[in-house]
């Protein structure tokens, strides 16, 4: 399957809970680095999730919000990386940071990246939601 989302991650499922609506499965994409992504408990009885079995985990880069320090928010990800590129376009830049053995990307605005002086070599936190998170089995 291909897809236009920038961030296309590879993991083992470690956890699961399972509520009475939806569930939350936690994927180690990288040596100490969980995602954690909410699906419907039909998605993931179609899917087949258990512990152990290896997932894709699909976040758009305009879904990843970033942060030069850790901050307590409802979102359940909130990951630690070092910035590596700052592409600036017109209007957006990207910024690719690596997490672990693994990657991510966001597109904020050029006015963001001005404000929290995002430099390459810098740490910074990139901050989803769990409900932004697509998972492929």
């Known amino acids: 399957m291909k897809t236009s989302a920038r961030n296309q991650l590879s993991g083992k499922i470690v956890e699961v809970i399972t509520g009475t609506v939806m569930s939350e499965v936690k994927v180690e994409v990288s ?3 969980h995602i954690s992504a909410t699906v419907t408990n039909e998605g993931k009885e179609s899917l087949g999730l258990n512990i152990g079995d290896t997932v894709g985990a699909i976040v758009k880069a305009s879904s990843v919000i970033l942060s030069k320090e850790k901050i307590k928010a409802s979102a359940r990800n909130n990951i630690q990386g070092s910035v590596t590129d ?6 957006n830049s990207e910024v690719k940071i690596t997490i672990g053995n693994s990657a991510i990307c ?3 605005t050029n006015e963001s990246v001005a404000d929290l002086a995002i430099n390459v070599g810098d740490t910074i936190y990139s901050i989803f939601k769990a409900s932004s998170v697509i998972l492929i089995a």
């Open 31 to 33: 040596d100490s680095v």
């Open 86 to 91: 700052v592409i600036k376009g017109a209007v």
């Open 106 to 108: 966001a597109v904020v």
